[in-house]
């Protein structure tokens, strides 16, 4: 799997160069890789505080962005890994609270890449090696570590349980099939008991496996995980509870009961993600917490290109335009929830190896036009993909022009590319 990153630093811009270089051999499975890669640079993940690792098809990043909010709302110093990147490379790596410096990245990169030379390592390889050395060196009493493809061959999960506080599944969905439907011995073959077989890989001994409720199928698999490697399963419906209500998130387990606020990010969904990231918080005893912490957490989290409103600027003008990263089934159906019995104008951008109905199908009775665009960088569907009605334009600043001055929002969604870009153009970035 190939990423992008560019550089306004020049030494930060060489390495970037050297990352864009790699490749992983076809079929290549397996964290033998990132194991031998991170011995040779002193094995820094076996040095981290206590880690909150963080797997899902969507919402593991909210999630993320959840608990790093409620530990610095707790006054903690929190290291924090997300993957991808929006804009700049450096978001990937926010180091007690801050994104990383290009001083340190470049330096950091041309270590691990030196280290690695003859192991053909791959980009998130070389991106996690970095981010657990960075991790290592700086002091801090959390760590966030947001899982980046599946689970049980993501190069995070060589994180070992002496170091893990707790482990979390967010919601379960179809996406990346080419990797993680593919066709293998001994596994599930229901598509969404695989997904969560995959996910449920960062299970650890001794470790709480903090995670929704899901399908029977699905359910299954994450127990016969968490039995397999010993890990402590606290599944909601079970070993917590949770809801909300225009009055506020309740939340419930064998501690007791909080009444919290509901979280400020927009979205019915963001209840749930902010619901795992207490649940998590609740399951460990390796990271104290208090509940006023919590409820500041949740109402000051923030999570770029995940249903994010955009300031008026020159690119936007006056109207109500919304961001939105989510291109799978499942992402549909959450902004249908958010945009329930309201039309809006959508501007639609989706690689070409995305479902193209992924977010047609949820949307269908709240669409007023559709103007599909490319993915700048990334092959991409083009607009016949999305149907006879959809019309075309060159980039997402031509589309807004060409919508009707009719008052109706607009969701620019697809691609987390996509977003990156629109948060770029209109000055927005993620910080």
Request: proline share 6%; with cysteine; hydrophobic share 45%.
């Amino acid at each position: 799997m190939r990423d992008f990153a560019r550089s306004d630093d020049p030494a930060v811009q060489a390495q970037l160069d050297r990352l864009g270089a790699l490749s992983v051999p076809d079929g290549r499975l397996g964290l033998e890789t990132i194991r031998a890669l991170l011995a040779r640079l002193g094995d820094p993940q076996d040095r981290l505080p206590p880690t909150f690792h963080v797997a899902g098809t969507n919402g593991k990043g909210s999630t993320c962005a959840f608990l790093r909010a409620m530990l610095e709302a707790d006054g903690k110093r929190v290291h924090v890994a997300t993957s991808p990147h929006l804009v700049r490379y450096n978001e990937r790596i926010r180091i007690a609270g801050k994104l990383i410096e290009d001083a340190q990245l470049a330096a950091l990169l041309e270590e691990v890449l030196d280290a690695g030379v003859d192991l053909n390592p791959s980009f998130f390889e070389v991106t996690i090696a970095a981010t657990f050395l960075a991790f290592a060196r700086e002091p801090a009493d959390a760590c966030v570590v947001e899982v980046g493809l599946g689970g049980r061959f993501d190069a995070t999960n060589v994180l070992r349980a002496d170091v893990l506080a707790a482990c979390g599944i967010a919601a379960l969905g179809i996406d990346h099939e080419q990797f993680l439907l593919a066709p293998e011995d001994g596994v599930p073959a229901d598509p969404i008991a695989r997904i969560a077989f995959e996910k449920a890989g960062i299970a650890k001994p001794g470790v709480p496996l903090v995670t929704l409720s899901y399908p029977e199928g699905a359910a299954l698999e994450v127990e016969r995980a968490a039995l397999a490697r010993e890990a402590l399963l606290a599944m909601r419906g079970r070993a917590w509870h949770s809801s909300a209500t225009e009055a506020g998130l309740h939340y419930a387990d064998e501690h007791g009961e909080l009444a919290l606020p509901l979280p400020a990010l927009p979205g019915a969904h963001q209840a749930e993600n902010a619901a795992l990231a207490i649940a998590m918080l609740r399951q460990q005893d390796g990271v104290t917490m208090s509940r006023d912490a919590m409820a500041r957490g949740l109402r000051s989290a923030t999570w770029p290109a995940r249903l994010q409103r955009l300031p008026a600027t020159p690119l936007t003008g006056a109207r109500e335009v919304w961001v939105d990263g989510g291109h799978n089934p499942s992402a549909g159906e959450a902004l249908a929830r958010h945009f329930a019995g309201q039309r809006f104008h959508l501007i639609l951008g989706m690689l070409a190896n995305k479902d193209r109905r992924a977010l047609l199908d949820p949307l269908a009775g709240s669409i007023a036009s559709i103007i599909a665009v490319p993915v700048p960088g990334h092959e991409h569907h083009p607009a016949e993909a999305f149907g006879e009605e959809a019309r075309a334009a060159d980039s997402v600043a031509d589309a807004l022009s060409a919508l009707p001055d009719d008052g109706l929002p607009v969701l620019i969604a697809g691609s987390l590319y996509l977003a990156g870009d629109v948060l770029r153009l209109s000055g927005a970035l993620p910080d």
